[in-house]
């Protein structure tokens, strides 16, 4: 009989029992809230592997008092939503059912389009998960119909208690486990918040080694099992590293901005330095240096071009370059600013100026779309309203950074201020 991988043997029956976010799976955790009201929406989980996704889903399952079914977007297709669909017309599925569709980012958009109609009329439940921000790859509709959650890495000091509880259940199987606390720790950092990696490399390492386990003993095995990805030897954290990456380059700190992006690339995490490189281009130099969006993109295309090791020599020169130019977050803050007008509802019915008019029927009162065409007219510039009318705007502000100000002079001439 096959044996059940350590992580499946002791995953969590409840969330008293699951590591993570306090706000999620806590005594008055959100999740406890639901099972106690006795209402479970349709749900979407978002996070990296390991954090508890999986394991939610199962918890709350069992609370709904429906029929489960269990999905992977990977290989399922349009006959398998509608054979579950299908069971609400049998005895067991009166009451809907409720579907855990894996790894959602898979199901292209007629895949999720085809859930609506099962979701709106009530038969089916739907707990997605997905590693990829939702917003970008679930059809709108599904999300405007689903609570979203988002699961976060497991800290350093939860996972050393999952692992200590791992080594009780292995010990309580037969197992003799002498293993130092420090290498319980460099498992938890090499895991990076997953708390899956962190229980399948524990094992491995347990079924291998005779004698104490030394953090030297974790640290020679980890090059065999799973190499240097997200390990971090000085013990920050995955996500600790790229905040540090960021903070050191929006400090104009170029020699720490170029320690940390090699401590990312020496774990072999060459993608995240690249996708964070190209984010502080824009968030953090922005307006001050508009074309270090581009050199940073240049740089990031022929790292991934080149490969490592070559691929540090190109993404060095991206970080030093953002670490030394001006810096204005002006854009980032309007960009943000607009959207909490947008999540307060304002600006629903758009300027007739600027709307895409081609017709007016009979019953419109205002004919024309009476737009000014900006080219028409002197500087290439004609005052029109653009904003709806209950949006104030305000957002951006020019930098005090060189070239915002040059803008800033010339717009003031140019509009007459």
Not at 3 to 8: E, I, N, T, V
Not at 88 to 105: A, C, H, I, N, P
Request: proline letters at 4%.
């Amino acid at each position: 009989m096959l044996r059940q991988p350590l992580a499946d043997r002791i995953r969590p029956a409840s969330f008293d029992e699951m590591a993570g976010d306090e706000k999620l799976f806590g005594k008055n955790g959100i999740f406890e809230k639901m099972m106690a009201a006795g209402h479970i929406p349709n749900m979407i989980f978002f996070g990296p592997s390991g954090t508890g996704k999986t394991t939610a889903a199962n918890i709350l399952a069992k609370a709904a008092n429906k029929t489960l079914h269990r999905l992977n977007a990977t290989t399922a297709s349009l006959a398998d939503i509608k054979a579950v669909a299908e069971d609400t017309k049998t005895m067991f599925g009166t009451d809907g059912v409720l579907l855990y569709l894996d790894e959602m980012q898979y199901f292209n958009k007629k895949q999720q389009q085809s859930l609506l109609e099962f979701i709106e009329d009530g038969r089916i439940t739907l707990i997605a998960s997905t590693t990829e921000n939702p917003y970008m790859y679930i059809y709108p509709a599904i999300i405007s119909r689903s609570a979203v959650f988002e699961f976060k890495p497991i800290g350093k000091d939860e996972l050393c208690r999952v692992l200590l509880r791992a080594k009780e259940i292995l010990e309580g199987e037969g197992a003799k486990i002498k293993i130092a606390d420090d290498a319980i720790e460099t498992i938890a950092l090499a895991a990076s918040g997953d708390a899956r990696r962190a229980l399948n490399l524990f094992e491995n390492i347990v079924s291998v080694t005779d004698g104490e386990i030394t953090k030297e003993r974790v640290r020679d095995f980890l090059p065999e099992i799973m190499g240097m990805v997200g390990f971090d030897k000085a013990g920050d954290g995955h996500y600790d590293l790229l905040s540090a990456l960021q903070k050191s380059i929006r400090g104009s700190d170029p020699d720490a901005a170029v320690f940390y992006l090699a401590k990312l690339l020496a774990g072999g995490d060459l993608i995240s330095a690249c996708r964070r490189l190209q984010v502080i281009a824009s968030e953090d130099v922005g307006q001050a240096y508009p074309m270090a969006a581009a050199i940073t993109r240049a740089c990031v295309e022929s790292a991934r071009e080149l490969g490592m090791p070559e691929a540090a020599v190109p993404l060095s020169n991206a970080a030093v370059m953002l670490a030394t130019a001006p810096k204005s977050n002006s854009s980032y803050l309007a960009y943000y600013a607009a959207l909490d007008d947008i999540s307060a509802g304002r600006g629903v019915d758009f300027p007739r100026a600027v709307q895409n008019v081609h017709l007016d029927g009979e019953n419109v009162k205002d004919k024309g779309q009476n737009y000014k065409y900006p080219h028409d007219y002197e500087n290439h510039w004609v005052k029109q309203r653009y904003l709806p009318s209950d949006v104030d705007g305000g957002y951006y502000k020019f930098g005090e950074n060189k070239t915002e100000q040059a803008a800033k002079a010339y717009w003031d001439k140019i509009k007459g201020n």
